[in-house]
Nanobody, 126 residues
Framework: VQLQASGGGLVQAGGSLRLSCVASGRSVSNYAMAWFRQAPEKERKFVVRIGPGGGRIDYADAVQGRFTISRDISNNAVHLQMNSLSPEDTAVYYC????????????????????WGQGTEVTVSS
């Protein structure tokens, strides 16, 4: 199973980027998919999770209303549309996948996810 993340880059504050995560060896329809991000010298943090099938979507408070996750069945991928970006969004973004069902206590926990992509870097200039 592999996840390939792409779409990062340099953007000015207020701009937008669209990240993609293409999965191989696992159907994005049948597994929970998530994005995390890690800013320089900080811990990796949860951004968003989409459940399997038509499952629920949960966003971190910091991105609610600005970021949108979507599932692309035909390409076995998930996308993260990021709008109104600010310098605080600068980080390496990682996609991840989990075979586990939703749990309020653990859906933001890195250990819930057993497969990770390599990360794509997003830099937002002020």
């Amino acid at each position: 199973v592999q996840l390939q993340a792409s779409g990062g880059g340099l953007v000015q504050a207020g701009g937008s980027l669209r990240l993609s995560c293409v999965a191989s060896g696992r159907s994005v329809s049948n597994y929970a998919m998530a994005w995390f991000r890690q800013a320089p010298e900080k811990e990796r943090k949860f951004v968003v999770r989409i459940g399997p099938g038509g499952g629920r979507i949960d966003y971190a408070d910091a991105v609610q209303g600005r970021f949108t996750i979507s599932r692309d069945i035909s390409n076995n991928a998930v996308h993260l549309q990021m709008n109104s970006l600010s310098p605080e969004d600068t980080a390496v973004y990682y996609c991840a996948s989990s075979p586990r069902g939703y749990s309020r206590q653990t859906y933001k926990v890195k250990n819930e996810y057993d497969v990770w992509g390599q990360g794509t870097e997003v830099t937002v200039s002020s």
